[in-house]
């Protein structure tokens, strides 16, 4: 199983941004899924979660400018980030909780690598 996030870039405070994770390799079943990010030089932040139901939680600091989104059919996660912040700047990263099918029938979290967001005018 491999995780790839993608979208980053960089955005004017207020402005909107979307990522996207990608689930990919010999998948056997994905269950929750969650978005981290990282400072450089500050421990990695949970941002959110998106539960196999699609129940979704957040972090304090996004709840109510973030929404993370599930497609199952595509193995895919979403993250709309709105009302951005330079606050918000950092390398976003992915992982989910999944069974890769060629390991047997054990779920583990898999992490993708990160993208950059960058929230600057």
């Known amino acids: 199983v491999q995780l790839q996030a993608s979208g980053g870039g960089l955005v004017q405070p207020g402005g909107s941004l979307r990522l996207s994770c990608a689930v990919t390799?010999?998948?056997?079943?994905?269950?929750?899924m969650e978005w981290y990010r990282q400072v450089p030089g500050k421990q990695r932040e949970y941002v959110g979660r998106?539960?196999?139901?699609?129940?979704?939680f957040y972090a304090e600091s996004v709840k109510g400018r973030f929404t993370i989104s599930r497609h199952n059919a595509e193995n895919t996660m979403s993250l709309q980030m709105s009302s951005l912040k330079p606050e918000d700047t950092a390398v976003y990263y992915c992982?989910?909780?999944?069974?890769?099918?060629?390991?047997?029938?054990?779920?583990?979290?898999?992490w993708g690598q990160g993208t950059q967001v960058t929230v600057s005018s």
């Open positions: 992982r989910s909780y999944a069974k890769d099918s060629s390991l047997g029938a054990i779920y583990l979290w898999y």
């Open positions: 998106i539960t196999e139901f699609a129940d979704t």
């Open positions: 390799g010999s998948i056997g079943g994905i269950q929750d």
